[in-house]
């Protein structure tokens, strides 16, 4: 990583404006440029700022690969519309070879839950072949008659029938994926989970053995690859595996890609992308519930999600390089090449290939005599391992934010594929859970600039516990089930958010990359946990993944209040630095807000 002077979380992570003029802007680079020529660069973010780092180039290449972001989020969270399970019922053949309607088998076989809706697992044990002779009419009155003698009551059945009104196939109907089969249609979600944990263990090596590009081009092709072999599938089994591999290369693009915009911003510009990376995730939430609407069934409509892909296409002539890369692998002609396509586009004027060269070089060498200093990457693991539990302090707060990091993604998406228990619409709950979604990206910040991290944390816990467990108060209102649970929704995507910034800021730097490495592993445990308590347990019970998520996270909300407030601090750098975190001492330079 480049080095650069310390400074506070404030300045480095919170949303800032650009107000200074062009000129202004251009006659500090145009010095800051003259300044690097002349002086020793070793880092690689000065010789960017040669090209220009917060200019037209860097903004149309964060807003072509923001486009790109949209359909990680539409592939990840369609399984809600694709495996969408309509009323069934148990088939029967006698019945249906004597030409019964649907409402007439209803009627006559099946049996009802106390809460009066279908049990679609069960027939009653009647003898249908005579059922069947008798006719629907002759059938009702004389149950006696036809019941079976070996055995009273109701009984399993193998096959299902589909009420098809709003959808002509879906995951369940095609699969038959109701009743005992039922964890088969949840592993169908969870994988998703599970292929984006093993691609996090995967992108580093990956990316830094053969570069971003690469990386990003081939497994876009897999994507494509897999997710049609998915729609093809012929068996639920074939479908499972190929969601995983897809799941796996989808996860290694979005980092990709968000570590290689970050790489090539300012730090300005930088901060400015964090804050608006959920708006891109937020549209693709909102085109989902679209393109189900629109689409209803399922092969066609996972090829319409599969499309939204289809900006990668630009991605063979418009993807770079990480210029970063090339220069630690000795590619020089190629990163000035690059570096001179971003002059031009910036109207920048570069100093000689031969400076440039230099300079590039002296980052090499820079880069390599560090990571000689690093040893054995394992030896390395393990210390940064020792040292993030090192203390009863650090042992206290890494458990915590372990712990508030699987509640806020197991709750995150739980509430997000929750309209099924809520007996809401499922395309307008996906679309104003968007724009909750969206809301984030401009209510959040001030907030955590005026309050601070822990407040903001704590309270957004807290608010999305409460509106979960009040939801259970107006169990037979619909509209108002929905409402609370958008704004828990409003309250669990602002966690998200501010946990990131907990998590990196209560650690030291050597061990701030493995805290978010372990937390992020958790999280998505969390993630692979959530689909069987919304689909199994809500089914049986449809308040209760309203309570497990309420309360979890009210105790995620008030262990929050043990971590230090990070607002306005240093970043640390030595044990006694995360130990006295949020004190007076270690307050420097803060941001007074006004």
Same mark, same amino acid.
């Not at 004190?583 to 803060?590: H, L, V, W």
């Given at each position: 990583?480049?080095?650069?002077?310390?400074? /506070?979380?404030?300045?480095?992570?919170?949303?800032?404006?650009?107000?200074?003029?062009?000129?202004?802007?251009?006659?500090?680079?145009?010095?800051?440029?003259?300044?690097?020529?002349?002086?020793?660069? *070793?880092?690689?973010?000065?010789?960017?700022?040669?090209?220009?780092?917060?200019?037209?180039?860097?903004?149309? #290449?964060?807003?072509?690969?923001?486009?790109?972001?949209?359909?990680? *989020?539409?592939?990840?969270?369609?399984?809600?519309?694709?495996?969408?399970?309509?009323?069934?019922?148990?088939?029967?053949?006698?019945?249906? %070879?004597?030409?019964?309607?649907?409402?007439?088998?209803?009627?006559?076989?099946?049996?009802?839950?106390? %809460?009066?809706?279908?049990?679609?697992?069960?027939?009653?044990?009647?003898?249908?072949?005579?059922?069947?002779?008798?006719?629907?009419?002759?059938? $009702?009155?004389?149950?006696?008659?036809?019941?079976? %003698?070996?055995?009273?009551?109701?009984?399993?059945?193998?096959?299902?029938?589909?009420?098809? /009104?709003?959808? !002509?196939? /879906?995951?369940?109907?095609?699969?038959?994926?109701?009743?005992?089969?039922?964890?088969?249609?949840?592993? *169908?979600? !969870?994988?998703?989970?599970?292929?984006?944990?093993?691609?996090?263990?995967?992108?580093?090596?990956?990316? %830094?053995?053969?570069?971003?590009?690469?990386?990003?081009?081939?497994?876009?092709?897999?994507?494509?690859?897999?997710?049609?072999?998915?729609?093809?599938?012929?068996?639920?089994?074939?479908?499972?595996?190929?969601?995983?591999?897809?799941?796996?290369?989808?996860?290694?693009?979005?980092?990709?890609?968000?570590?290689?915009?970050?790489?090539?911003?300012?730090? $300005?510009?930088?901060?400015?992308?964090?804050?608006?990376?959920? @708006?891109?995730?937020?549209?693709?939430?909102?085109?989902?519930?679209?393109?189900?609407?629109?689409?209803?069934?399922?092969?066609?409509?996972?090829?319409?999600?599969?499309?939204?892909?289809?900006?990668?296409?630009?991605?063979?002539?418009?993807?770079?390089?990480?210029?970063?890369?090339?220069?630690?692998?000795?590619?020089?002609?190629?990163?000035?090449? #690059?570096? $001179?396509?971003?002059?031009?586009?910036?109207?920048?004027?570069?100093?000689?290939?031969?400076?440039?060269?230099?300079?590039? $070089?002296?980052?090499?060498?820079?880069?390599?005599?560090?990571?000689?200093?690093?040893?054995?990457?394992?030896?390395?693991?393990?210390?940064?391992?020792?040292?993030?539990?090192?203390?009863?302090?650090?042992?206290?707060? !890494?458990?915590?934010?372990? #712990?508030?990091?699987?509640?806020?993604?197991?709750?995150?998406?739980?509430? /997000? +594929?929750?309209?099924?228990?809520?007996?809401?619409?499922?395309?307008?709950?996906?679309?104003?859970?968007?724009?909750?979604?969206?809301?984030?990206?401009?209510? +959040?910040?001030?907030?955590?600039?005026? #309050?601070?991290?822990?407040?903001?944390?704590?309270?957004?816990?807290?608010?999305?516990?409460?509106?979960?467990?009040?939801?259970?108060?107006?169990?037979?209102?619909?509209?108002?089930?929905?409402?609370?649970?958008? +704004?828990?929704?409003?309250?669990?995507?602002?966690?998200?958010?501010?946990?990131?910034?907990? *998590?990196?800021?209560?650690?030291?730097?050597?061990?701030?990359?493995?805290?978010?490495?372990?937390?992020?592993?958790?999280?998505?445990?969390?993630?692979?946990?959530?689909?069987?308590?919304?689909?199994?347990?809500?089914?049986?019970?449809?308040?209760?993944?309203?309570?497990?998520?309420?309360? +979890?996270?009210?105790?995620?909300?008030?262990?929050?209040?043990?971590?230090?407030?990070?607002?306005?601090?240093?970043?640390?750098?030595?044990?006694?630095?995360?130990?006295? @975190?949020?004190?007076?001492?270690?307050?420097?330079?803060?941001?007074?807000?006004?």
């Amino acid at each position: 990583m480049a080095s650069k002077e310390k400074t /506070t979380p404030e300045e480095e992570m919170e949303c800032e404006t650009f107000e200074r003029s062009p000129e202004s802007h251009m006659m500090e680079e145009s010095a800051e440029k003259t300044e690097l020529v002349a002086g020793d660069t *070793t880092t690689f973010e000065e010789v960017l700022s040669l090209a220009g780092t917060n200019s037209f180039w860097n903004h149309g #290449f964060a807003c072509l690969l923001f486009i790109g972001t949209i359909a990680p *989020t539409v592939m990840g969270l369609s399984y809600q519309f694709l495996g969408t399970t309509p009323e069934y019922w148990c088939h029967i053949q006698e019945l249906c %070879d004597a030409n019964w309607t649907s409402q007439e088998i209803i009627d006559f076989a099946i049996p009802r839950k106390v %809460d009066g809706n279908l049990d679609g697992c069960l027939r009653w044990n009647y003898n249908y072949t005579l059922a069947a002779t008798l006719g629907y009419e002759a059938a $009702k009155e004389n149950l006696a008659f036809v019941a079976n %003698d070996t055995a009273h009551g109701a009984m399993s059945c193998a096959a299902r029938d589909f009420n098809l /009104t709003q959808y !002509s196939s /879906t995951l369940v109907t095609e699969y038959d994926l109701v009743c005992d089969r039922r964890a088969l249609y949840t592993t *169908t979600i !969870s994988v998703f989970q599970a292929g984006a944990l093993v691609a996090s263990f995967l992108v580093g090596y990956v990316t %830094d053995r053969i570069g971003k590009r690469p990386t990003v081009l081939i497994c876009y092709a897999f994507i494509a690859f897999s997710g049609v072999a998915a729609t093809f599938s012929s068996s639920v089994e074939m479908y499972i595996v190929c969601q995983f591999f897809l799941s796996i290369f989808r996860m290694v693009v979005a980092l990709a890609e968000y570590v290689l915009i970050l790489e090539l911003s300012s730090s $300005k510009l930088r901060t400015y992308l964090s804050c608006m990376f959920n @708006i891109p995730f937020a549209i693709g939430q909102m085109l989902i519930s679209l393109i189900a609407y629109y689409v209803r069934e399922w092969r066609y409509m996972y090829l319409a999600f599969l499309s939204t892909y289809s900006v990668a296409i630009t991605y063979f002539w418009l993807l770079p390089e990480s210029p970063r890369w090339l220069i630690l692998r000795g590619r020089y002609k190629d990163a000035i090449n #690059f570096l $001179k396509t971003v002059a031009r586009w910036n109207r920048r004027t570069l100093p000689s290939d031969e400076g440039l060269m230099e300079m590039m $070089k002296r980052i090499n060498i820079k880069d390599t005599e560090e990571n000689n200093k690093g040893g054995n990457p394992l030896r390395l693991f393990l210390d940064q391992l020792r040292q993030l539990f090192e203390t009863k302090i650090k042992i206290v707060r !890494s458990l915590i934010l372990f #712990f508030c990091w699987f509640t806020i993604t197991f709750v995150y998406y739980g509430v /997000t +594929l929750i309209s099924i228990n809520l007996g809401s619409n499922e395309y307008w709950y996906m679309f104003f859970g968007g724009l909750a979604e969206l809301s984030v990206c401009f209510v +959040l910040w001030p907030l955590i600039h005026y #309050f601070g991290r822990r407040l903001c944390m704590a309270g957004s816990l807290l608010l999305c516990a409460a509106c979960l467990l009040g939801s259970l108060g107006v169990e037979g209102a619909i509209l108002w089930k929905t409402a609370l649970a958008l +704004l828990g929704k409003f309250g669990i995507s602002s966690a998200f958010v501010v946990v990131y910034l907990l *998590t990196a800021e209560i650690n030291t730097t050597k061990t701030r990359t493995l805290a978010v490495g372990i937390s992020n592993t958790v999280a998505r445990l969390g993630g692979i946990t959530a689909p069987y308590i919304n689909d199994i347990l809500g089914d049986a019970y449809p308040v209760a993944p309203r309570l497990i998520f309420g309360i +979890l996270s009210c105790i995620a909300g008030f262990l929050t209040f043990l971590l230090p407030e990070t607002r306005g601090t240093a970043l640390p750098e030595t044990k006694t630095d995360v130990e006295t @975190i949020g004190s007076n001492t270690q307050k420097k330079g803060r941001s007074q807000a006004p």
